[in-house]
């Protein structure tokens, strides 16, 4: 039985990706970095995800015996496999807690057993993921009864674990067995729902909701109705005991129509229910005074490391060596959240001007919509000082991180985004637009004072961004003290993972009622 006391926790993370195993963005760091950062704190965690094609068995140990997994239609059997969630070396879990962080994975042959996560270039999104992700969902709790381990917490993240909240409260909490034939096993069972970002909805025909194996009473109650079809997060939404997001202006932000996603409403309705807990930085991970990508290592005391960063990043680009000439870095993936429609846009959109205007180089990393990464090989055929590469790239992404001056980041809305603070953290001053975690983590530049972190502005335009990097480059060019001043004072904020991890024991302190 889960128990509801005490000051350690239980807490089991359900999820669609994890670092270093499946990643397509932020939420695999944000997963893997708390759950280490929770178990620094004392409390046990376990993370179970699928194991996708992608993951090698091989470094797995797998699990004796199947795991019988009820869905509609009859049992689907599956096998589980685990290993334990590496951590720096100096990071282990400590402060009381011997236990690593365990990760279980779900084998799935017809369910995982393809190439890609939730969809490939063939099949953006996969027409059986909302079957996909039931079955996961389920397999959590079949989990837990086999190993024998009822948590206090389930903390389930984004759309595709958003029904591990749904069975619980529809089910599992009030019924069930486990394998001595005891009933209620989550009775005491607490459950956190995280959005990471509230434009990934799962949202698909309600004839998929057969999959489930629940009834149709509970599609209303649960609220999956979505102008008939089948809202998945908006279920968990009102399914989970607490919501979260991860930083506190994207909470306020997803409260207003403009920036709900037509799920302001669910989200009013449960407002006493949903906070903002900001992301943190894994400074075992990104780190420049141990980074191992960077050519040398780097700190508040010593910034030479940054100038070779500088250097290796120009000649790994193929841009002139120059010292003085600011250098702009972007990592993102390609979709209109990250603004790349008003960047890249139609008639090349604001960074064709930028760089053909100012006196700067400017470097581009990431991959997504085709339509921008060819508009994106066709600047850097055309500009001598835009240059890009088109794929993804952990070390290369640690140098830009490095070496870059500024780093660009004019997102339509940003949930929290992590690539500002690694930019912080590494003395790259932020070029953001003043929305979700990037306002919650960038201050902006004054002139009259010289106080600031990076440079923002409000509107997102061509126009405003063209403004934005110009006032940038300008001050790096006629404002040179208040420039370094910036990279320190940047470079000395604290995003620890620790300082959100108490926060989320608070939350699900308040979810079990303690
Ligand atoms: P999001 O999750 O919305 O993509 P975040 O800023 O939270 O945005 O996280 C993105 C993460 O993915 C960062 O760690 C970033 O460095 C990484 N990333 C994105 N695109 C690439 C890429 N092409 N190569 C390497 N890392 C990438
Ligand atoms: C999402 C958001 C991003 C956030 C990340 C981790 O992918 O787009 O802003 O940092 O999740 O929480």
Not at 107 to 136: K, M, T, V
Not at 346 to 370: H, K, R, T
Request: aromatic letters at 14%.
């Amino acid at each position: 039985m889960a128990k509801t006391g005490g000051t350690k926790l239980k807490i089991l993370m359900c999820t669609s990706e994890a670092v270093p195993f499946a990643k397509t963005g932020g939420l695999a760091d944000a997963v893997s970095s708390l759950s280490l950062a929770l178990a620094r704190l004392g409390h046990e965690v376990k993370i179970v995800m699928p194991r996708y094609y992608g993951i090698n068995r091989d470094k797995l140990k797998r699990m004796e015996g199947a795991l019988g997994v009820p869905m509609a239609g009859g049992e689907e059997w599956c096998s589980a496999y685990t290993t334990d969630l590496p951590s720096g070396p100096s990071v282990g879990p400590s402060n009381g807690s011997k236990k690593p962080v365990k990760v279980y994975f779900i084998e799935h042959e017809g369910f995982f057993g393809r190439d890609g996560i939730y969809g490939s270039p063939f099949e953006p999104d996969f027409l059986d993921n909302p079957r996909r992700f039931a079955f996961f969902c389920r397999s959590c709790f079949q989990l837990c009864r086999k190993i024998g381990w009822y948590p206090d917490i389930l903390h389930a993240h984004d759309w595709p674990a958003a029904l591990a909240p749904v069975f619980l409260r529809h089910g599992e909490k009030y019924g069930g067995y486990n394998e001595s034939g005891e009933t209620g096993s989550f009775a005491t069972t607490a459950s956190i729902l995280t959005i990471h970002n509230l434009g990934y909805q799962g949202i698909y025909s309600k004839d998929a909701f057969f999959y489930t194996g629940l009834g149709w009473d509970v599609f209303y109650q649960a609220g999956f109705d979505d102008w008939n079809m089948m809202n998945l997060l908006k279920a968990g939404i009102n399914s989970a005991d607490k919501i979260n997001t991860v930083s506190p202006s994207y909470a306020r932000e997803t409260l207003s129509q403009e920036g709900g996603f037509r799920l302001d409403g669910p989200l009013r309705y449960r407002s006493e229910d949903y906070t903002g807990i900001l992301n943190g930085v894994d400074i075992e991970v990104w780190n420049p005074a141990t980074d191992r990508y960077l050519p040398a290592p780097y700190s508040i005391k010593d910034l030479s490391g940054k100038v070779k960063a500088k250097k290796a990043l120009q000649r790994r680009y193929g841009l002139p060596e120059a010292s003085k000439v600011p250098l702009i870095g972007m990592i993102c993936r390609l979709t209109e959240q990250k603004g790349v429609g008003e960047l890249f846009g139609p008639s090349y959109g604001s960074a064709f001007s930028i760089c053909l205007d100012m006196n700067l180089q400017f470097v581009f990393l990431g991959a997504g919509e085709a339509w921008a990464e060819h508009e994106i090989g066709s600047l850097s055929s055309r500009l001598s000082n835009f240059k890009a590469q088109i794929g993804y790239n952990e070390e290369l992404s640690h140098l830009i991180e490095g070496g870059a001056d500024f780093f660009l980041m004019p997102s339509r809305y940003e949930p929290c985004g992590l690539n500002q603070m690694y930019s912080l953290a590494y003395g790259t001053i932020p070029i953001v637009r003043n929305t979700g975690g990037l306002a919650d983590t960038v201050q902006n530049y004054n002139q009259k004072t010289g106080e600031g972190t990076g440079f923002m502005f409000d509107y997102l335009s061509p126009n405003s961004i063209y403004d934005t990097v110009g006032w940038a480059v300008w001050a790096w060019y006629n404002r040179r003290k208040d420039i370094e001043a910036m990279r320190l004072r940047g470079m000395e904020q604290d995003f620890s993972w620790k300082k959100s991890a108490l926060q989320y024991t608070e939350l699900y302190r308040k979810a079990m009622g303690t």
